[in-house]
């Protein structure tokens, strides 16, 4: 290790030690569940449609494939971490053992908030994955209840799901995939109707005893590569950072009314907590001062093929070979994934995503937020 790693090693302990040891963050959970897309995905869907996920997916961390949609760990990863609590397994995922003491994880890559269509990436909608949650605990207090202590150590009893902690990270997909069939305006319009359903489907975790939820509000879309690439080919539809805007505004307008939602929510149920999460800002700051941070490239994927500005090809995933123009092509991931904010197109990296709970872990991206002030501001890279 260089005197360079060591010095950000030093500054990333010492950071955990103070989130750790702060009395104005409490993150005393029994238990976590939590709700997604690929964002948050620890290997559902891998395991629901039984596709493969090979490297060089995970190849950080890991080093192998991890089942998730990124170079390494996830931003979940890194906020259990945090919380001194085991990655959450997969619900789907029958195999390694899976231990759901501490929780279960119901995100699915490509999953929406609003109902799976024919064309859906995922059929694990966010009421689905509800709907999974509660046959979890339906079945998990069956077997506790009828085998004695034999499933003490896999499954959370009864306290667990009142005292737990519900984390939702989903609607990117809602968005992003609306501009494939809509225009502006009639995405804009689309929200509302997206949102109400989100309500429904906290509603229904409220019911189940659900108490303490996590909301994480969606990023700079019209910044991910797969978007500059289909829908940023005239400069005029790009913003100063090379983004496309139109995206950008239906995510700004989503969060916007995503905010409103959680503070009815909570003033509907006063004996709930519900804590806002400004993914967007977090994003579009790492974005706009990349260099600041460390990175060398905002928006370029680290895994494609094309090369600059985007190395994002449509036609070819990361990892994979194909055909392209009568020439076999492998979308190979560059060298050093640590320089880059984008790993595939879509997806960040693992040291992105490290940036990101850094900055969620200060608790000034919160609302309600998690203390006032910190000790220092972090401008390293992880």
């Known amino acids: 290790m260089n005197i360079t790693k060591m010095k950000i090693f030093y500054v990333i302990l010492f950071f955990i030690m103070y989130i750790q040891n702060s009395n104005s963050i409490d993150f005393n959970y029994l238990s976590a569940f939590n709700f997604g897309d690929s964002n948050s995905d620890t290997g559902d869907l891998v395991a629901g449609l039984g596709i493969r996920l090979d490297l060089p997916y995970g190849q950080n961390s890991f080093k192998t494939s991890s089942q998730r949609f990124c170079d390494g760990r996830l931003l979940i990863d890194f906020l259990m971490d945090a919380m001194d609590m085991p990655f959450l397994n997969p619900y789907l995922d029958s195999l ?5 003491k501490k929780g279960c994880n119901f995100a699915a890559a490509g999953s929406t908030i609003l109902p799976a269509n024919p ?3 995922s059929p694990f909608s966010f009421d689905l994955q509800i709907s999974q949650f509660i046959r979890f605990k339906t079945r998990s207090l069956e077997l506790l209840s009828k085998t004695g202590r034999r499933y003490e150590k896999y499954l959370p009893p009864l306290d667990y799901y009142s005292k737990g902690l519900y984390m939702i990270d989903i609607g990117q997909n809602d968005i992003a995939g609306a501009f494939y069939s809509k225009s502006l305006d009639q995405v804009l ?3 509302p109707s997206i949102l109400e359903t989100f309500e429904a489907g906290l509603k229904r975790l409220y019911v189940e005893g659900g108490r303490n939820f996590w909301i994480h509000n969606t990023g700079p879309l019209g910044c991910l590569a797969q978007n500059i690439a289909k829908f940023g080919t005239d400069p005029t539809k790009l913003d100063e950072f090379g983004c496309v805007s139109s995206h950008n505004q ?3 307008l989503f969060n916007l009314q995503l905010h409103a939602l959680s503070n009815k929510f909570q003033a509907q149920f006063p004996d709930s907590n519900v804590t806002y999460v400004d993914i967007f800002s977090i994003k579009s700051n790492l974005i706009a001062n990349y ?3 460390g990175f060398e490239n905002p928006l ?3 895994c494609g093929v094309g090369g600059a500005p985007l190395n994002y090809d449509t036609r070819i995933t990361c990892g994979q070979t194909k055909v392209i123009d009568g020439i076999s092509v492998t979308a190979k991931a560059c060298n050093d994934s640590s320089e880059y904010i984008n790993w595939d197109g879509i997806h960040y990296t693992e040291a992105a995503n490290n940036f990101v709970s850094s900055q969620i872990l200060t608790g000034k991206y919160s609302d309600p937020p998690f203390s006032d002030q ?3 501001f972090l401008s390293l890279k992880f």
């Open 119 to 121: 064309t859906s990436v």
């Open 300 to 302: 370029m994927a680290c």
């Open 96 to 100: 390694g053992l899976p231990n759901f």
């Open 291 to 293: 260099s600041r941070f």
């Open 250 to 252: 239906a995510a700004k």
């Open 374 to 376: 910190m000790p220092f």
């Open 189 to 191: 319009a689309s929200i």
